[in-house]
């Protein structure tokens, strides 16, 4: 049979709306009613046409945008908020389709998203129960602004590494400042940068308060200073020199600095933008090169960064500056600011643990973000960073102490006691049993609970 027109330009919103309306025929029709039967071939249909690359399906709606295997879709993602938010709804925001899958699988799935309740299976437990092997469901990355508003502290809780928690109060200070309309403070910035590179990347405990989950509403200087050090880590990792590396640091602490300029109920809103407001978050980046160019004593690249941290490798992105390719320090600090973003709270999004960070980061790599500079800070941060909270396959709850660098899905855990949150014992993830089998998997990476104590295991370790 003919593949429909539609699948020629592999529209992944057709997988997603073919998917969408078999879930509410099998939900309205009885089983074999042919409205299902209908549906389900053209959906078959759709499926074998992009199967036929050879390659899996990877479709993932990341921030309300639809990606096909990872390079976004070019249909008008408006028109089809409404599906998009159906499957939001149901918490589904990846599907993975592989060679070889049934209309049965595809007419389960359907039921499946129609009955889907939370329970304490997970999803792909749940599918497995009906004998769905091709397909799998990812969970929504609760990233959408329809979603309701949560309340996060202000500022992280709990105890911090001293400097890390010296260099968050000088930063707040200095962005309160220059909000105010004061100069901005080249002294404690200067000041600021040396504390980051000299103290606080030393600290493993700042690190992986950095690296993990941020379960507070990450405001602009926070968010600041962790790009700072996320900066240098990948800076360091791509061998920068210590001159440059310091130019980095100072670039990416004030790559947001124009965010000052703009109401804090705009850049803190949970409700989508309309265009204005959307236009007024925009312009931060120009604002901020405004601010750092009339200010005397900084690097001169300073600026550049803060103008052009917004735009992709390929020319996209804002401000519109024709087709100019960011400099090699903004797209480190383009790495560093999406990472960060997306491990942090906001009044409209839940942090996403570090793995599924890194996975949405290499799916951006080639279109918004260097591929090279995306693989060396997805190998040096690893998939479960020091400071992450970890769920074993013998149901074991630790915290990644140590990373092993060539296995970097096999970290070292200081295993938690669960009532106390104390550490009982070390387990190093990468042994293997007699068989030659690893003894232990990470399942999922968790939140930090309140009243765990990064410092007590990351100091012990
Ligand atoms: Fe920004
Ligand atoms: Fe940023």
Redesign the pocket.
Known sequence: MSIPAQTSTLDPLAVLRGLASLRKLAGSYPAGHPMIAQKLRELDEVIAGLLRSGSPVRIDVIRGDVFLDGVTSTSDHHANQQLLSQLSALGVDSIHIHDGVQRGELLAVAEFLWQYTESSDSMAAQLAARNVQHISLGRLLPLDTRWRAQQWADAPTGPLDPDYAESLMMAQKTWEDTASGKPLDVVTVRDLVQLLIYKVARSNAALGQILAVKQYENLTYCHSVNVAMLSLLLGKQVGLDESTLAALVEAALL??VGKTQIPLEIVRKPGALDKSERRMIEA??TLGAEILIQTEGLQPLTPVVALE??RGVKGTGYPDLGNAIPNPMSQIVSVA?IYEAITGARTYQAPTPPDRACLILARMAGEKLNTGLVKTFVNAITFFPIGSLVRTNRNELGLVVQTNQREPLHPVLALVDEDTYKPTRQVDTSERESSGGYARHIMQSLPAPDGLDLRVFLEAA
Do not use: A, F, S
């Open positions: 790559h947001d931060h980046t941290h917004h600011d």
